[in-house]
């Protein structure tokens, strides 16, 4: 995940530093919306991580070394503080 994250920091600069890649049907995002987090994700980042922002991004790479590129939409977290990333991943990962 950590090459993951590197890329999608380069391919999309705008999110900051502060950024967590989510797995493919994370627990973490809505069940009937994918582009949104879970309620009960939401509701917590609301009051204990402010500054929580979900996004789905495309990020092209190579999964192995040697593989052809492929393009893949992530669901992507981004904060706006080290504080809030921590606790975030601290709860929720």
Same mark, same amino acid.
């Given at each position: ?29 809505? #069940?009937?919306?994918?582009?949104? /987090? ?6 917590? %980042? @609301?009051?204990? $991580? ?17 593989? #052809?590129?492929?393009?893949?939409? /992530?669901?992507?977290v981004a904060f706006g503080s %080290? @504080?809030?990333? $921590? ?7």
């Open positions: 995940m950590i090459d993951i994250v590197k890329v999608l920091r380069e391919q999309h600069p705008d999110l900051g530093p502060y950024v967590l890649a989510l797995r493919e049907r994370s627990g973490l995002v809505a #069940p009937d919306d994918p582009d949104a /987090l879970a309620p009960e994700v939401r509701d917590w %980042a @609301a009051t204990e $991580a402010p500054s929580t922002a979900f996004s789905r991004r495309d990020v092209t790479y190579a999964p192995f070394p040697g593989w #052809p590129e492929e393009t893949r939409t /992530l669901g992507v %080290a @504080a809030d990333l $921590a606790r975030f991943a601290t709860r929720w990962t």
